[in-house]
């Protein structure tokens, strides 16, 4: 089992940045690879990033790319989602998730989530 729990989300203004954490407890963090999502309401569960569990492989769609990065700290249990230059569009719950398979972009290869923070962009 691993818990996770996200925090850093608020609101900001268009244009300006955020950075999300997700620490990890339980089993060996280093063994799991981490995504963040998020959820706007009334759409579905969308893809922003995911990291190996080495952290020397990163991957994120278009729609963030060169905007927000993801990262991790091993030695601190902690994944990392730096978000600059933010849009209205960006405003949704982030969660953060971990897999014991390779990194991927779809939820269902996720075993483990956390509860989201609420991130909100004002225009």
């Known amino acids: 089992q691993v818990q996770l729990a996200e925090s850093g989300g608020g609101l900001v203004q268009a244009g300006g940045s955020l950075r999300l954490s997700c620490a990890a407890s339980?089993?060996?963090?280093?063994?799991?690879?981490m995504g963040w999502f998020r959820q706007a309401p009334g759409k579905e569960r969308e893809f922003v990033a995911a990291?190996?569990?080495?952290?020397?492989?990163?991957y994120s769609p278009d729609s963030v790319k060169g905007r927000f990065t993801i990262s991790r700290d091993n030695a601190k249990n902690t994944v990392y989602l730096q978000m600059n230059s933010l849009k209205p569009e960006d405003t949704a719950v982030y969660y953060c998730?971990?897999?014991?398979?390779?990194?991927?972009?779809?939820?269902?290869?996720?075993?483990?989530w956390g509860q989201g923070t609420q991130v909100t962009v004002s225009s």
């Open positions: 998730a971990a897999t014991n398979r390779l990194p991927a972009r779809w939820a269902r290869e996720y075993d483990y």
């Open positions: 990291i190996s569990w080495s952290g020397g492989a990163t």
């Open positions: 339980g089993r060996t963090f280093s063994g799991y690879a």
